[in-house]
C-alpha cells in the first residue's frame, strides 16, 4: 500500500490550512456561497438537500485497518455515526457541520488520506479492480498504475478546469472486468503483447448519464513508458474540443461522438508525438518506486481442516462461503467480499461500529487491507481459508454476513432524494423493499445471479444503464415515476439496457420487479441459464407480458 512522502505530507497539510482558511472566511462572511462554491468543491464539500456532504477519497478502493479506523472516527465525531460508500471507492459523510470540516480533513492527513478531487471538473478519484493484487486471473495488479496517475493527475496544472469531471478506471483482468471499464472517460486494461510485455489497451469515451454509452478502443497497446505522456495527450485534446457551451454535452463520450473516434485517434497521435519527447523517463522511474509499495504479503501455510469442517457442518456457513467468496491467485487463500446490503438496508451504509469490526478483522486475519468496490461493498482481499470461520463468526456478530453477493438484494443505489439535491425520486427505499421482498420470498438464491442497479435522477450516480434490470427514478408532474431498463450489462461485455416502455408510480416498481423475475424464471432454458443470458436469448419483447400483464390482456 502507497505510503505518503515528505511531499505528499506537506503538500496535504498546506492544502488543508488553506482551506480551513477558507471556511473560516465564509462562516464570517467574507466569502458569499457563490465564491465559496469553488473552493469547496476542490476540497470534495458539497452542499446536499439537507446539509453539507464531505466526500472522501479512497484511491483505486484500497485501505489499511488504520484508515478505516479514522472513517469511523470521522463517522462517529462529525456525523450521524455511519458513512455511505460510493460508486466510485470514496466514502460521502452526509451530515457534518462547515466548521467542523476542516478537523475531518486534518484527522484524515494523519492516515494519508484526503478529498482533493472528489469534485470539480478534475480529474477524479482513480478507481480500479477492487480485486486487485489478489485475483487469480489478473495480468498485473492495477493499482501501482492507478497510484502514478492519481499523483499525475493531482493539481494538474493543466487540468484543474476541463469541460468536465473526468473519470479514470484500471483494471488487470480484461476477460473478467470489475471495474466497469467501459463505462468510463478513459478505462485502461493491462495487457500484454505478443511479446509478453506488460502495457495498456486504452478505452476512451464512456459514460453513462443523460446519455449513455459504452467506450471505444483508443489505442490496443500502449506501452509503460508511453503510458502518462498518451493520457496527457489524450486529456488535453478533450480540454480543447470539449463542449463547454452545454454542460451536458461538455463530456468525453460527446466528443468521441461528435468527431469520430478516427479523429480523435489521429489528434490524440498528433498531440502524443509533441509532447512524449517532454517525459524524460521520471515517471517510469517513479512507477518503479511505487510498485514497491504494492508488494505481496507474506503468505502463510496452514492447515484447512478446521475450514472443512465448518463448511460441512454450518449450513449458513457455507452458504455464505458459496456466495461471499472469490479465488485467490494462492489454492489455500480467498477473497472475501462483506456485504454492506443486509436485507432491508441502505445499499453502501456501514456504522461507525461496523466499520472498526472490517478493520479488525483487516488487521487480525487479513493482512492489515480492505477495498471498498464499485458495488457498494468491502472486501478483504488476502484471507487465508483457516481464519474464515473465525471471520464469519465476527461479521454475524456485527450483522456483516449477509450472503447475497451478486444475488437480487445486492443492488447499487445512489443516496436519492433523501440526500441528494440533484435527485429527482427516491432510491434507497426502493431498494430496501425489492432486498426485503426477495428475503420474504426466500428465492434469491434459486434466481441466482442479477444486478439491480437503481438511480434517483438521470445523472445515474447508480449505474442504472448497466444493471441486467436498471430502474431510473423521475419527476413526473411532482410525482415519482419510475422507469425500467433490461440487459445492461458493466463487464468486458459492456452494454447500455433498453427502456421496457412506461414507467411506474412508486407503489408499483416493487410489484414490477417482481414480475420480471417470474418472467425471467418461466422463461431461462434451466437454473443455471442466468438472467442476463436468458435476456440476452429471448429479448425485451418475451419479457413485456410480465411486465405490463394489462396490455397483454387487453390485447387478447
Known sequence: MYQYNDFDSAFLAERNRQFRAQVERRIDGSLTEDEFRPLRLMNGLYLQLHAYMLRVAIPYGTLSSDQMDTLAVLAEKWDKGYGHFTTRQNIQYNWPKLNDVPDMLDELAKVNMHAIQTSGNTIRNVTADHFSGAAADEVADPRPVAELIRQWSTDHPEFQALPRKFKIAVSGAIENDRAVIKAHDIGLYIVKNDAGEIGYQIVVGGGLGRTPMIGKILKDFVKQEDLLSYLEATVSVWNLLGRRDNKYKARIKITVHEHGIEEIQRRVEERFALIRPTFEGFDVELLKEIEAHFAAPQFRSAPTDAYEAAYNADPLFRSWVDTNLAAHKQDDYAIVTISLKKHGATPGDASAAQMRVMADIARNYAHNELRISHEQNVILPHVHKADLPDIYAALKEAELHTANIGLISDIIACPGMDYCALATARSIPVAEQIASRFDEL???????????????????????????????????????????????????????????????????????????????????????????????????????????????????
Not at 431461462?524 to 442476463?532: K, L
Open 442 to 556: 426466500k428465492i434469491e438464491h434459486d434466481i441466482g445471479h442479477v444486478q439491480i442497479k437503481i438511480s434517483g435522477c438521470i445523472n445515474a450516480c447508480g449505474h442504472h444503464h448497466v444493471g441486467h434490470i436498471g430502474i431510473l427514478g423521475l419527476d413526473r408532474a411532482g410525482v415519482e415515476n419510475y422507469q425500467i431498463t433490461l440487459g445492461g450489462d458493466a463487464t468486458a461485455t459492456a452494454a447500455v439496457g433498453q427502456r421496457v416502455g412506461p414507467g411506474f408510480a412508486y407503489d408499483e416498481i416493487v410489484p414490477a420487479i417482481e414480475r420480471i423475475i417470474e418472467g425471467y424464471l418461466e422463461l431461462r432454458d434451466s437454473s443455471e441459464e442466468t438472467f442476463i443470458e436468458t435476456y440476452r436469448r429471448v429479448g425485451l419483447e418475451a419479457f413485456k407480458g410480465y411486465i405490463y400483464p394489462e396490455k397483454q390482456a387487453n390485447a387478447a
